[in-house]
């Protein structure tokens, strides 16, 4: 008996190992080979090894990886010689492929046909469960040229639209039935666009408003790129049955999901270790059920102008929020330059430096000499002209030239003095303006920064979203959750998606509040390049040291005291008040005794008469008459009385020098109630910065935990989204921290006066040199 029981373990022991000794070499027959396969294959390769395990030993020898490119007889010797060579299993891809396979009614290798063409074009009996043929099964996709085509109407209303289709592919498949079924049925017509180039298809883009890439596959990803751009320049909405990676690369949509690949190589591998460990080929399952996606890229479906529809949000994912189509990014430094050379506001408030300057070359000009010219033509009653001895002929026409010249008046001095002042006011309200408009740029700059992040981070939250749907399908598939955890993701994806949308649509209003500060054209596309305070210019410019001296409290509020002072030295609205001031002091001066100096002035005038005619125009003998005569005088007067107006003016003006007085004093209040205030901010953001940080990795943690426990159903729903949520609010305090400190920093500039970011390193370094003066004059 127990000899018996040696030999059967025994035998069993001999039988285990030669079914883990086993070895399964694989051929594959593939219609086109280029860059972007060798990857797949590698993928699909380690797929299968990986699924099989110990049950079997796979390889895939290189002389069985046998391409056809696209010929039939090529693909009949190919899948010949794998035939009658040392292969074990044939996996066949390709639609060239599947024209040689599939017709044939018995198999002498184990053969598994897989992504042959789509659904609509199929040979293969779809209603069967398994092929029921020996040695043989193929895979089926849910994937469908219909389905595509309606979403595809759907987003476009397209009337004619362009298909595109490998060329090889047209002389081989019944596609021009198929095609002219379906899009009738649609109300459309459609272009059959064959090619073997990507001339073949930019050539032949006229007459179409939507182009549709049926094919394509194997065409490298450079070549994608240069399609997408040029149904971009062309405004053409373009759908793609290549999957999601072209949609990033710039075409506008496909309704592909992004693990549908994923998906096909893990049902091959299954496919091929249950016929190593013993299944037939004839009786497993054909049909793969891809759960379809729509994915649009939001860039391109906006610049083409194709409407997103609020009816799609729920089953739709975004990419492109990075605004690629942009003609011109910004930097913070740029976008400075252009909106002080460009921007409106600060035009008109140069013209008011010129109308300033006006003013004051008109008060100058009291004192340059006045030429005048007149002429006469006089008629006198002939009477009265006889009698005048000559003196006042009947006709007579005569002309004079008059100069005055001031030579001094109080009045006139106190106008140019104070119309320099007012001038020098009014360039100070000017750089009043600059530096505004310096932080309204910045300000502007930082906004779209962080509307940009937060459209980022809304995207990847509807990623994570869909993840987590996926885990709640697997564990209601697993019976370990109930079905209202998927539709509370499935709420939760549409509700993700719509804040996604909006996120979006904020950062372009963004980018509108920055085009119109730098007058760009409202529909400039532009973008703006991320910043952070210790990195680029804000690292040449020593912010990092700004921050530690905020952050040393011994330091903070001896540095407040000197910024307000040295604020109180640069502000310009200060400089402007002094300068309103000294032209009040000057016009007190003018109306009190400025009011009796004399006003002194030049004449001259000569006078000639042209001509004499009529009655009294001959004068009596003896009688000379003198045609030219000159005269010059000068002028000296002293105002005594004027109305009282002198005095009234003077209290007037004392009125406003202390109305202006009173402004300064408010001013320079206003200047360090803001310094403290934006510095207790920038204390406020150093702190968010740094717990922003910690709370942004612990809710990451926290969230990948969450996720494993609820995939094995030790948490529920709810603490998964509270995970997801704390995690999505703790990026958007991350990301906005670094800019609204930034923000902040430039604030306390403008309540300044001075930028750093905008002068030398050796002002910076005198500015630097300054404060540790004063730090010694307080110690």
Do not use: W
């Not at 759960?291 to 860039?299: C, D, H, S, V």
């Not at 690629?324 to 430096?353: F, H, P, R």
């Not at 700004?546 to 952050?551: A, K, P």
Request: aromatic fraction near 10%.
């Amino acid at each position: 008996m127990k000899q018996r029981l040696f030999f059967v373990m025994l035998l069993l022991s001999l039988v285990t190992f030669a079914q883990t000794d086993q070895t399964y070499r694989i051929g594959i027959l593939i219609d086109q080979m280029n860059p972007e396969m060798s990857p797949l294959l590698e993928q699909l390769k380690s797929e299968v090894v990986a699924v099989v395990g110990e049950d079997a030993k796979i390889q895939f020898p290189e002389e069985n990886i046998l391409v056809n490119g696209f010929d039939v007889a090529k693909a009949k010797q190919n899948y010949d010689q794998l035939l009658n060579n040392n292969t074990d299993i044939i996996l066949a891809f390709g639609v060239v492929n599947n024209q040689i396979i599939s017709p044939l009614e018995a198999h002498q290798k184990p053969t598994i046909l897989f992504g042959a063409v789509n659904r609509d074009l199929h040979n293969l009996d779809l209603t069967n469960a398994t092929s029921g043929i020996e040695n043989f099964t193929y895979l089926v996709e849910s994937e469908s040229y219909e389905e595509d085509f309606k979403k595809f109407k759907d987003l476009t209303n397209f009337e004619n639209v362009g298909i595109v289709i490998d060329a090889p592919i047209v002389e081989i498949l019944p596609l021009k039935e198929t095609f002219d079924r379906e899009i009738t049925a649609l109300g459309a017509t459609y272009k059959l666009i064959p090619f073997t180039t990507v001339q073949d298809i930019t050539s032949n883009l006229e007459g179409i408003d939507a182009v549709y890439m049926a094919g394509g596959f194997f065409l490298s990803r450079e070549e994608k790129k240069q399609l997408a751009d040029t149904f971009l320049q062309a405004k053409l909405p373009s759908f793609t049955v290549n999957g999601t990676e072209d949609v990033r690369d710039g075409f506008m949509a496909t309704y592909q999901s992004d693990d549908n690949l994923d998906q096909f190589f893990r049902r091959i591998a299954l496919t091929i270790e249950a016929y190593v460990t013993g299944t037939p080929l004839s009786e497993l399952p054909v049909y793969i059920d891809y759960t379809p996606r729509l994915t649009i890229n939001y860039n391109t479906a906006e610049t083409i102008g194709v409407p997103i529809k609020y009816s799609l949000i729920g089953q739709t994912d975004f990419v492109g929020v990075k605004n690629v189509i942009s003609e011109k990014d910004y930097d913070l430094l740029t976008a400075i330059d252009d909106a002080l050379e460009n921007n409106l506001s600060l035009g008109s408030n140069q013209k008011d430096v010129e109308l300033a300057q006006q003013d004051v070359r008109s008060a100058n000009s009291n004192y340059l000499p006045s030429l005048t010219a007149a002429g006469t033509a006089t008629y006198v009653d002939p009477d009265a002209a006889e009698v005048s001895a000559g003196q006042n002929p009947e006709f007579s026409t005569g002309g004079n030239i008059t100069l005055s010249q001031t030579l001094f008046s109080e009045a006139a001095n106190a106008n140019i003095s104070i119309q320099k002042s007012l001038q020098k006011a009014q360039e100070a309200n000017f750089n009043a303006a600059e530096l505004d408009l310096i932080f309204d740029v910045s300000n502007a700059y930082f906004n779209a920064l962080i509307l940009k992040v937060n459209a980022q981070i809304q995207s990847r939250n509807v990623t994570l979203t869909k993840r987590n749907l996926e885990i709640a399908e697997q564990n209601f598939e697993a019976g370990q959750s109930g079905k209202s955890d998927m539709l509370r993701f499935r709420s939760e994806m549409a509700q993700n998606t719509q804040s996604m949308v909006e996120a979006v649509n904020q950062l372009e209003q963004g980018f509108l509040v920055l085009n119109q500060i730098l007058n760009n054209p409202v529909d400039l596309e532009i973008d703006v390049e991320d910043v952070q305070f210790n990195e680029g210019i804000f690292e040449r410019y020593n912010y990092e040291e700004f921050f530690d001296l905020l952050d040393n409290p011994t330091l903070r509020e001896p540095f407040i005291d000197f910024l307000i002072e040295e604020a109180y030295k640069n502000a310009p609205e200060l400089k402007s008040l002094d300068f309103n001031l000294l032209a009040t002091e000057r016009n007190i001066r003018l109306n009190g005794y400025g009011r009796f100096l004399p006003t002194l002035a030049l004449q001259g005038q000569y006078n000639s008469t042209f001509s004499r005619s009529g009655a009294g125009s001959t004068p009596p003998p003896g009688v000379s008459l003198i045609d030219n005569t000159y005269n010059a005088g000068l002028n000296l007067s002293i105002p005594i009385v004027n109305q009282n107006l002198s005095n009234i003016n003077r209290q007037t003006a004392i009125i406003q020098k202390e109305q202006l007085e009173i402004n300064k004093n408010n001013v320079e209040l206003g200047i360090a109630v803001n310094i403290r205030t934006a510095i207790l901010n920038l204390v406020n953001q150093i702190s968010n910065i740094q717990l922003s940080q910690i709370s942004e990795e612990t809710a990451e943690e926290a969230l990948e935990l969450t996720q494993a426990s609820y995939s094995s159903g030790a948490v529920n729903i709810v603490q998964l989204l509270d995970a997801q949520n704390n995690f999505l609010n703790a990026q958007l305090a991350r990301a906005n921290a670094t800019y609204n400190y930034l923000i902040n920093s430039l604030q306390v500039e403008r309540f300044l006066g001075y930028y750093f970011l905008l002068n030398s390193e050796e002002k910076n370094n005198e500015f630097r040199q300054r404060f540790f003066e004063y730090l010694n004059t307080r110690n």
